[in-house]
Nanobody, 122 residues
Framework: QVQLVESGGGLVQSGGSLRLSCAASTQSFTSALMGWFRQGPGKEREFVAA???????NYAEVAKGRFTISRDHAGNMVYLQMNSLKPEDTAVYYC????????????????WGQGTQVTVSS
């Protein structure tokens, strides 16, 4: 069982930056694939980025060059640094954990946080 709590969302102007954090409970964190997903208004939840237990990283096209995912095993934390934000990045951002080695499929993630709202104004 992995419990996840996101933080760091907020309101930012277009072109600005935010850093999202996800605190994971200690049990099983070091063996979990960790991912970030987002769900915009009226849209399906979509993959943003994922980082495996050994540091392998995968980004969605919308995140490449602007977002950076990282993890801190000692602190049981996962981060998503988001730069050059655009209004279309407005969404609820979710942290998730998976037993798979790598996946961008939300159906393969077993545990989810409650989400944190990110709003980008134009």
């Amino acid at each position: 069982q992995v419990q996840l709590v996101e933080s760091g969302g907020g309101l930012v102007q277009s072109g600005g930056s935010l850093r999202l954090s996800c605190a994971a409970s200690t049990q099983s964190f070091t063996s979990a694939l960790m991912g970030w997903f987002r769900q915009g208004p009226g849209k399906e939840r979509e993959f943003v980025a994922a980082i495996g237990r050994t540091g392998h990283i995968n980004y969605a096209e919308v995140a490449k060059g602007r977002f950076t995912i990282s993890r801190d095993h000692a602190g049981n934390m996962v981060y998503l640094q988001m730069n050059s934000l655009k209004p279309e990045d407005t969404a609820v951002y979710y942290c998730a954990a998976s037993r798979y080695a790598m996946s961008n499929d939300r159906r393969e993630y077993d545990f989810w946080g409650q989400g944190t709202q990110v709003t980008v104004s134009s």
